[in-house]
């Protein structure tokens, strides 16, 4: 499986590729009711009826897709996790400085985070659901983490740390502080908020300390 981009179907032998244009468009308006409907109600109390019926489609198209509740919620995790690593991508692609890139890329993961309401929501979901799909969420983007630090250390942007360790940390600093202003608070954290959070990543990751 490619590691930056999403493609359809590749999150298990439950799910079948539509085969026309017209097809791809209810695939995708399946997944978006399943990410409304699971991030409102839980996954545990949402129907497959409920998702058709926020897709406005005939239940039986459902199964033309997906096998089973849990097939449409490994593939809405697939796709929001290349979703928002496509996000942040775009987001710092004309930054130079990795520490730059560092603030910048948390900011976007705050933006994202106002834009979709139910991330946290579903994450949490998977953790209990699927736990497999959720450790490859958080694995899968440690591992694509790793390596644009290593090239930031070689370029001697950033000190010289053992990459997997610091990026995980870098996680769950995005992780928590997303949840405490984004998730919980529904707002943006304050210019002084930020101001910390940039003082902490520059001077913790710059190579002259």
Known sequence: ???????????????????????????????????????????????????????GVAQGTFYLYFRSKKDI??????????????????????????????VEGIKAFYKYCLEHPHLYDLIREAEFV??????????????????????????????NLEPEMLAYSLIGLTVFTGMRWPSWDKCYPAEEQLAALKEFIVKGIDPGN
Do not use: C
Not at 19 to 45: C, P, Q, S, W
């Open 73 to 102: 919620f490994r593939e809405l995790i697939y796709y929001i996790h290349y979703e928002l690593r496509g996000y942040i991508r775009e987001y710092i692609k004309n930054i130079g400085d990795r520490k730059e890139a560092e």
């Open 130 to 159: 699927d736990f497999e799909i959720f450790k490859w969420h958080y694995s899968n983007f440690a591992r694509a983490y790793v390596k644009k630090l290593e090239e930031a250390m070689e370029e001697k942007q950033i000190r």
């Open 1 to 55: 499986m490619p590691e930056d981009q999403y493609i359809k179907g590749n999150s298990g032998e439950g799910v079948s590729l539509p085969k026309t244009k017209r097809g791809e468009i209810t695939f995708d308006r399946l997944l978006k009711a399943a990410e409304e409907v699971i991030g409102e109600k839980g996954y545990h109390d949402t129907s497959i009826s409920a998702i058709t019926d926020r897709a």
